[in-house]
């Protein structure tokens, strides 16, 4: 087995690749061969310290999804698994050891067991089998299981070109919502405009070309006739983005914030409080902690995409021997879609 470890903190230089034995499933358990595994920011944010929520201290492993074959069943389980292609449950990494608290995708054998391999249904792309979780799980825990958002209501969500930012312009379509995409440059407005994965109403561009943030709530506010927004699904969540997030807010509306990609800033409240309205964390563990209700989620997820109604945009897709040019390309933030390592070929 070919495992992907950080020795310490730091840079992409700091993914070094060791070898193992491949993993002996015990009783109950299956070992898959991953074929494909997301990249996701979460994992940028933990090599580099900031997530030691998710990493703990070095040693650790990165990676929070997965999926591939089972090519190995442990006592109790059918031999008639052996093969099936699966896809890891959003469960299975995180359960917690004394090592640290996610046992990490980044390699190329996984064993968990057995009812944490969920079948992979005809119809779902091989490759985005491992990229599902972190995007269309994240956006439907917040936007439909917390938020309830309701047909006609106006939902803007930032970041508009990442997988998160996509898949949540599919499940509120799903649900009937007006969405208003935001997005840094014109260059990324433009593939928004036409990539089958984004179902946006509106693109709106937030920045110059220089890097400075243009006074977009006027755009949202001329969008929306002057009513505001019910939702903001926000990875980005900084001072002066936040400030105009708030003041685009209508009446009761709710600000969902996910993620920290912007740098902490002084934020104008006032407008919160007259408009009665209300800043939330979300985070995905908050639905994996409801047992049923998750399973059931990932099969409908699984169902949809399988149907074609929501899809992964893949980016571009990297060896695990690459996996240190793929965190350094990510890290750029030039790609629409998301990034994808292949541990292992079918």
């Not at 050891?97 to 996984?110: A, L, N």
Request: a neutral charge; aromatic letters at 6%.
């Amino acid at each position: 087995m070919k495992i992907v470890v950080v020795n310490e903190f730091g840079d992409p230089e700091k993914l070094t690749i060791q070898e193992a034995a491949d993993p002996i499933p015990a009783r109950g358990e299956v070992r898959v061969r991953l074929t494909s595994v997301g990249i996701n920011h979460a994992d940028l944010m933990a090599r580099r310290g900031e997530y030691k929520l998710y990493s703990g201290d070095p040693p650790f492993t990165p990676g929070l999804e997965g999926a591939g074959f089972i090519e190995a069943v442990g006592e109790d389980v059918s031999p008639s698994l052996l093969g099936e292609f699966v896809v890891l449950d959003a469960r299975a990494p995180r359960r917690t050891s004394s090592v640290c608290p996610v046992e990490g995708t980044y390699r190329t054998h996984y064993v968990v067991p057995a009812g944490y391999a969920l079948p992979v249904p005809a119809g779902v792309p091989h490759i985005a089998a491992g990229t599902l979780w972190l995007s269309h799980l994240t956006a439907w825990g917040c936007l439909i299981w917390k938020q309830h958002l309701l047909p006609g209501q106006v939902v803007a969500i930032p970041a508009a070109s990442s997988s998160v930012g996509l898949a949540a312009s599919q499940v509120a379509q799903r649900a009937g919502a007006k969405i208003i995409g935001l997005t840094r440059s014109e260059a990324k407005a433009e593939i928004l405009r036409t990539i089958p994965e984004a179902r946006f109403d509106w693109i709106v561009v937030t920045h110059e070309p220089d890097g400075r943030l243009r006074p977009w709530h006027r755009e949202i506010m001329r969008i929306t006739e002057g009513h505001g927004v019910d939702v903001f699904f926000d990875p980005v969540a900084g001072g002066a983005y936040l400030d105009s997030e708030i003041r685009c807010l209508r009446p009761d509306g709710t600000i969902w914030i996910y993620g920290l990609l912007e740098k902490a800033g002084p934020v104008d409240l006032t407008p919160l409080i007259r408009k009665r309205a209300a800043v939330r964390g979300w985070v995905l563990g908050n639905l994996l902690e409801h047992q049923e209700l998750a399973l059931a989620a990932q099969k409908e997820i699984l169902r949809l995409v399988a149907s074609g109604e929501y899809c992964q945009r893949i980016a571009k897709v990297f060896p695990l021997e690459a996996i240190r040019e793929a965190h350094s390309i990510m890290e750029r933030g030039e790609h629409v879609g998301k990034f994808v390592l292949s541990p292992s070929s079918e």
